[in-house]
């Protein structure tokens, strides 16, 4: 996708295929984006569906008048990738999300690892979780995506080990591997659930319950990254020899 991207809720368009963007879209299309007519611009649900549509018209400051001609539907991504993402400190965890997102990730679970200095609890830990899903559908937006990543509510560490469980591969980021992700047999379909710990990294007894559930420590390469960038690098690896950036 080149074109700006913008989000809507229904693709119900009017006589002779007219659309009209408005609300805080329209006036981002308008006031800030500046689009004229004749310039093109991508509707999106951020759930795979979306269409391509020509600027007629604007109006006022907020509302800007497209003409659709078809709604298409992207599938979702093969092998699918979920991270499960320690909760940084600060806003490490909005930038784990938002390069995550601009990367192509198709998933991302907060997880409230033992050694994590964050922990959400209560209104504070629902705005945090707000905070995370507005940066996924930003980034989303602004890396030309159609379809966002999921932001699942904050898991324990039994609820991580559950999803490993069922994944067709699961992995955990750890200076224990003693293989690199880079030379992991990847499934060609399926879910890769990939755990990155914080930055006090993975306990021992959170370590053991992973790999009972079937997860396996691989090492990224020879350097240690930040909580917040961990994740992003091995997405853009998996994407890479998955064939999805083929």
């Known amino acids: 996708m080149t074109a700006p991207v913008f989000v809507v809720e229904h693709f119900n368009a009017g006589a002779g295929g007219q659309y009209v963007l408005d609300g805080p879209e329209g006036r981002h299309a308008v006031s800030v984006k500046r689009l004229r007519p004749g310039e093109s611009v991508v509707l999106t649900d951020g759930a795979g569906r979306w269409a391509e549509c020509d600027v007629v ?11 659709m001609t078809g709604v298409s539907e992207e599938p979702p991504g093969s092998p699918r990738i979920a991270v499960v993402q320690a909760l940084p400190k600060g806003d490490r965890g909005e930038l784990a999300v938002e390069t995550m997102t601009e990367t192509g990730v198709d998933a991302i679970v907060p997880w409230a690892a033992s050694r994590c200095i964050t922990q959400w609890k209560g209104d ?3 705005k945090a979780l ?10 989303g937006k602004q890396s030309r995506r159609v379809r966002f990543p999921e932001v699942a509510d904050a898991a324990t560490s039994k609820q ?7 994944a067709d591969f699961a992995a955990v980021l750890h200076e224990s591997g003693t293989e690199t992700l880079a030379t992991a047999e990847l499934p060609a379909e399926g879910e890769i659930v990939l755990v990155i710990g914080p930055e006090g990294g993975v306990s021992p007894e959170e370590l053991a319950l992973f790999e009972e559930a079937g997860a396996k420590a691989y090492r990224l390469g020879p350097t240690v990254l930040r909580t917040s960038t961990a994740g992003t690098a091995a997405t853009a690896l998996l994407l890479g020899r998955s064939g999805r950036w083929s």
């Open 130 to 139: 707000g905070k995370w899903r507005a940066t996924a559908r930003e980034a």
């Open 160 to 166: 991580v080990a559950a999803l490993l469980a069922k």
């Open 124 to 126: 504070r830990g629902l």
């Open 57 to 67: 018209a604007t109006e006022g400051k907020d509302r800007l008048i497209v003409h």
